[in-house]
């Protein structure tokens, strides 16, 4: 079975100084990662997803996140953060078996950047 | 483009009665899924449509919650009876099918269902 761990509930950083927020998956096949925001009374808007290649993949907004096949992990990451940053992050993943499965979710974290 | 929309976004009903919630997902998007997202949880699968066809139902926590897709494009979910437990946020997604495994799956607003 897969699952997801967001070791934090909440993260906070002061602007301009860079963000990381942690994610480790288990699935038994090859993973498909992949990071949303979510924003107040929003619906969860796509950042980046990791499939296959280079370990670092770069998202929208400046977000990117590193593949770590060793530790299990996708951090999600950011060199400066903005005050407009602050929301609720989730990781999911999927494993790489064949049609369009469902994702499995982090409980979340809640990001807050303070100016 | 016009996104993944969902009606109502807000749903109020008393303990045993019924409701639907209604997804309209990207024109085209042959994959639709339902999720639900309970407080300070992440989103937990309920079902996934194959076109008309639902392709995995086993998140469905109980025969009081139903979803078709009929024509294979909007999406209704039925939640029969509805029990206190059954507040929470219900998120649609769609994907295209030539996006396979390694497609972003887009998501609505939500609509959030409150039972008194």
């Known amino acids: 079975a897969q699952s997801v761990a967001q070791p934090e509930d909440q993260v906070n950083v002061a602007e301009g100084n860079p963000l990381t927020v942690k994610c480790t998956y288990s699935v038994s096949g090859n993973p498909y990662l992949f990071w949303y925001v979510q924003y107040p009374n929003r619906g969860l808007q796509f950042l980046l997803k990791?499939?296959?290649?280079?370990?670092l993949v770069k998202g929208s907004y400046g977000f990117e996140a590193e593949f770590n096949k060793s530790q299990t992990s996708f951090h999600l990451k950011k060199p400066s953060a903005l005050v407009s940053d602050s929301a609720l992050y989730f990781c999911a993943v999927r494993d790489d078996g064949s049609g369009n499965t469902p994702l499995v979710f982090g409980k979340g974290t809640r990001l807050s950047v303070i100016a | 483009g016009a996104g993944v929309s969902q009606t109502p976004s807000n749903k109020v009903t008393e303990k045993g009665k019924y409701v639907e919630l209604r997804c309209d997902p990207i024109s085209g998007h042959t994959a639709l899924y339902w999720y639900r997202q309970s407080l300070g949880q992440g989103p937990e699968f309920l079902i996934y449509f194959q076109g008309t066809g639902a392709a995995d139902d086993s998140g469905l926590p109980n025969d009081r919650f139903f979803a078709v897709r009929p024509e294979g494009s909007v999406s209704t979910l039925k939640i029969q009876r509805t029990e206190r437990g059954d507040s929470a946020v219900y998120l649609c997604?769609?994907?295209?099918?030539?996006?396979?495994?390694?497609?972003?799956?887009?998501f609505g607003p939500g609509t959030r269902l409150t039972v008194l």
């Open positions: 990791y499939i296959t290649g280079d370990n």
């Open positions: 997604a769609s994907s295209p099918m030539t996006s396979g495994a390694l497609g972003e799956q887009f």
